[in-house]
């Protein structure tokens, strides 16, 4: 009689496999979620670190253009960012401390940055537009640096850049303000030319009909100049000022103002009886800050400033919202020469005549026909009563703020 197999014994050996089938089926699905989920927070760790090193960048841009607060929580992409600037002035002027968060889902990224913001003045280009610049005539830039010495032909530099504020080209009859850069003279380059933030400078710069050669390249700014207002110091009197043909006015250090001051008026011959003309000089004998709350000529042979140091004389313009409404205009004409610098961010500066200029103008229009010659001067950096046209950032310490230690990032 044959011995019969326990009964359910086929039954129990399947239930069996389909259990070891089961667990090892469940084990590999949860170390599959387990890898997921490890990726997706590497994934959310590495956005949360972009966006907390954008949120740094976006503050050190702010920082450029004179804004010195916080970023506030700001949404980018999938995640959200924000900074947190504290002043750190034991370390410095213009010392802070940055803290940048970037979050992703639940993952985030915290670094930090110690940064130092050092000004720099409103005079970057021989010539600087805000809005516009209108070269009717021939123009040569070229620049030097007055500290090594006179002006030399032979070793000029190629930072004779000329710059707009501009991000458009605009011409209208009448009294509507133009924008842009209009060229329909000669104009010839040795640096580049720059054009407002963000534009494509091909939208910006108009021949028309005149030519231009530029050394460098042409190209957005990255950031606007700033142009702060010219506000009259409380305590200086305006008056009107006349230098005629061979008076010369010599000024030392300090500031002083006009309302108008005119420059190169024909004097009688006391032989003759006949107008004549011949040089007009207005002479610096150190750092000189002159505002002008009218209008500034200087014609025929004028001369203005110090040769050998263009950074004592400067001119700034009156804001008209700062002077009720009156406006400022200045104008050099003739076979003029500037050894200085004019600052006129609400008025126009007119180049009329064969002007020769060692130094910067920087307006809110730029006018010009004839021939105008510019060398920058690389020098007038040094002054530091000048109005401040930007900020550069400089990164002097920055880290990752690695959350496993329980350190972070703290103020």
Aim: aromatic content about 10%; glycine content about 10%.
């Amino acid at each position: 009689m044959r011995a019969q197999k326990p009964r359910g014994f086929i039954l129990i050996m399947s239930i069996y496999v389909l259990m070891v089938m089961s667990i090892l089926s469940l084990s590999v699905t949860t170390r599959s979620l387990a890898e997921t989920m490890t990726a997706r927070q590497y994934f959310w760790s590495d956005s949360a670190f972009s966006l907390a090193e954008a949120a740094l960048d976006a503050t050190m841009s702010n920082f450029r253009v004179a804004n010195f607060n916080s970023v506030p929580n700001t949404p980018m992409g999938s995640g959200t960012y924000w900074t947190e600037v504290t002043p750190l002035p034991a370390l410095g002027p213009r010392t802070y401390q940055l803290i940048g968060h970037g979050r992703r889902e639940s993952i985030q990224r915290d670094l930090e940055a110690i940064v130092q913001a050092t000004p720099f003045s409103v005079f970057q280009y021989p010539l600087f537009g805000d809005q516009l610049l209108d070269l009717r005539g021939t123009v040569e830039t070229d620049s030097y640096n007055s500290n090594a010495g006179l002006y030399d032909p032979l070793t000029a530099g190629d930072n004779g850049d000329l710059g707009t504020n501009a991000t458009t080209n605009v011409f209208v009859q009448g009294p509507t303000p133009d924008t842009g850069v209009f060229i329909s003279g000669n104009v010839t380059v040795n640096g580049d030319i720059q054009t407002g933030e963000g534009s494509d400078p091909n939208a910006v710069l108009d021949t028309n009909g005149g030519s231009y050669t530029v050394s460098g390249t042409t190209s957005a700014l990255s950031d606007p100049l700033l142009l702060p207002p010219v506000i009259v110091p409380a305590g200086l009197t305006c008056s009107d000022e006349t230098i005629e043909s061979f008076e010369t006015l010599t000024l030392g250090p300090g500031e002083y103002c006009f309302h108008n001051l005119t420059m190169g008026n024909s004097v009688l011959d006391p032989v003759s009886g006949l107008p004549i003309v011949g040089p007009a000089v207005l002479e610096a004998t150190g750092e000189i800050t002159i505002y002008i709350t009218g209008d500034l000529v200087a014609s025929y042979n004028s001369f203005i400033g110090n040769t050998y140091n263009p950074s004592y004389t400067v001119f700034q313009l009156a804001s008209p919202q700062y002077q009720g409404g009156l406006t400022t205009e200045a104008t050099l004409a003739g076979t003029t020469q500037l050894y200085g610098a004019i600052y006129a961010p609400d008025s126009q500066v007119n180049l009329h005549g064969t002007v020769d200029i060692y130094g910067s103008i920087t307006a809110n229009t730029i006018w010009q026909t004839g021939t105008a010659i510019i060398h920058f001067d690389e020098g007038l950096e040094e002054r530091d009563d000048l109005p401040v046209g930007g900020y550069a950032t400089d990164v002097i310490y920055w880290r990752d703020c690695d959350p496993s230690d329980g350190s972070g990032c703290s103020n």
